[in-house]
């Protein structure tokens, strides 16, 4: 499974942000135990829920994503040895900027500045790669003086890059890197080469301030990067409103002048940065989505549900989420001639609720 590191100063409302997402409240979790904390997340889709009012199975099953919440600094985590090894192997870091103020929470570094603070992490993550690129570098050098080797020239060449970059102060994830590129330098899980999504912690004042983080990802110019994304929450009030119940949750919402959870879309925001997506599979028994990169053909996507299934594909049915509302059932939208019939090499697209026919 796919995980997301929540990192950030100390202080930012890491925990707070886990809790929330987890819903695992309490129990355990303080900010000062050392160790990481790990929790699988279900991804909301209204569709799903849609497509379960139709057929009314015995199960819903969500995509989910795991996100694992990083105690203390992510500055004195990427200094140290077995944390830092632990940060290395997230898909995606999901970092939280202090943006509330509060007189009772003293804030790592003094003030409360959004943008010095991802800069300091930015920049500290980026001097941990670098130290990575520059002994990695120094050791191939040594052995493509003994012997000559393609792959290693290639992948000296493509280290040679990184540290021209990240000697700029640039992250490794702003480099445009072919396939084979990435390939090369792939075993490093460098730091900066992570998605990014950056959360912003709002005040309770600015709570409302739906397009904050808009403002902000324009305005600091992190938005327009590759690989990076920018989202606000305000904690405070989520943790609130993960304790209440359906019709007091609308009520407090309405208080801050909110309409929904901004959690939601947080959650979705990770899973397209990661560049995943989700086709469904409908039936009687369940209803699932299933998650798969961006680009996944019809096979590979039959492997995600059975090894039985990829080996004996014959085709795959493949019909629009919204086609398949509007029709009713599958059979309704056969009728209309919405429901394609695809090969092997078809690529899977987003929300798309896929029958495959298969043998044996
Ligand atoms: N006022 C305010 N306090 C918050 C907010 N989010 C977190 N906190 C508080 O800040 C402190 C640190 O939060 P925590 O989640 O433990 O931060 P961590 O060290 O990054 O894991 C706690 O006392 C939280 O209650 C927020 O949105 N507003
Ligand atoms: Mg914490």
């Given at each position: 499974m796919l995980k997301i590191g929540i990192v950030g100063l100390a202080q930012v409302g890491k925990t707070t942000l886990f809790q929330i997402l987890t819903r695992a409240h309490g129990a355990?979790?303080?900010?000062?135990?050392?160790?990481?904390?790990?929790?699988?997340?279900?991804?909301?889709?209204?569709?799903?829920?849609?497509?379960?009012?139709?057929?009314?199975?015995?199960?819903?099953?969500?995509?989910?994503?795991?996100?694992?919440?990083t105690a203390g600094s992510v500055i004195a985590?990427?200094?140290?040895?077995?944390?830092?090894?632990?940060?290395?192997?997230?898909?995606?870091?999901?970092?939280?900027?202090?943006?509330?103020?509060?007189?009772?929470?003293?804030?790592?570094g003094g003030a409360v500045d959004p943008r010095r603070d991802i800069e300091n992490v930015e920049l500290e993550l980026i001097l941990s790669d670098l130290?990575?690129?520059?002994?990695?570098?120094?050791?191939?050098?040594?052995?493509?003086?003994?012997?000559?080797?393609?792959?290693?020239?290639?992948?000296?060449?493509?280290?040679?890059?990184?540290?021209?970059?990240?000697?700029?102060?640039?992250?490794?994830?702003?480099?445009?890197?072919?396939?084979?590129?990435?390939?090369?330098i792939r075993g490093f899980t460098f730091f900066t080469i992570k998605p990014v999504l950056y959360v912003l912690n709002l005040g309770e004042k600015d709570a409302a301030r739906a397009n904050a983080a808009e403002e902000f990802g324009a305005q600091s110019g992190w938005k327009q990067r590759p690989r990076t994304a920018v989202s606000a929450v305000c904690g405070k009030v989520e943790a609130e409103l993960a304790e209440l119940g359906d019709a007091d949750a609308a009520e407090f919402l309405a208080s801050y002048g909110l309409k929904e959870s901004a959690v939601a879309r947080l959650i979705r925001a990770g899973y397209h940065l990661l560049g995943l997506i989700s086709f469904f599979t409908v039936g009687e028994d369940e209803c699932r989505a299933w998650t798969v990169r961006a680009g996944t053909t019809a096979l590979e996507a039959a492997g995600e549900i059975h090894s039985d299934i990829q080996r004996g594909f014959i085709r795959a049915e493949a019909v629009k989420f919204e086609d398949l509302v509007a029709a009713g059932s599958l059979a309704e939208a056969r009728t209309r001639a919405q429901l394609k019939l695809e090969g092997k090499e078809y690529v899977i697209a987003d929300g798309e609720v896929v029958h495959f026919r298969h043998s044996g």
């Open positions: 355990g979790l303080g900010s000062a135990k050392p160790e990481a904390h790990v929790g699988v997340v279900r991804v909301p889709d209204a569709r799903l829920e849609r497509l379960a009012e139709m057929y009314k199975p015995e199960k819903t099953v969500h995509a989910t994503i795991e996100y694992v919440d985590l990427a200094r140290t040895g077995v944390q830092s090894q632990n940060l290395r192997e997230m898909n995606a870091l999901l970092h939280v900027v202090r943006a509330f103020e509060d007189e009772a929470v003293p804030a790592e130290a990575v690129v520059e002994k990695r570098l120094e050791r191939l050098e040594k052995d493509i003086k003994k012997q000559k080797n393609p792959a290693l020239e290639k992948e000296h060449q493509v280290l040679q890059r990184c540290k021209a970059a990240l000697e700029k102060q640039t992250a490794l994830r702003e480099l445009e890197l072919k396939p084979e590129e990435e390939l090369a």
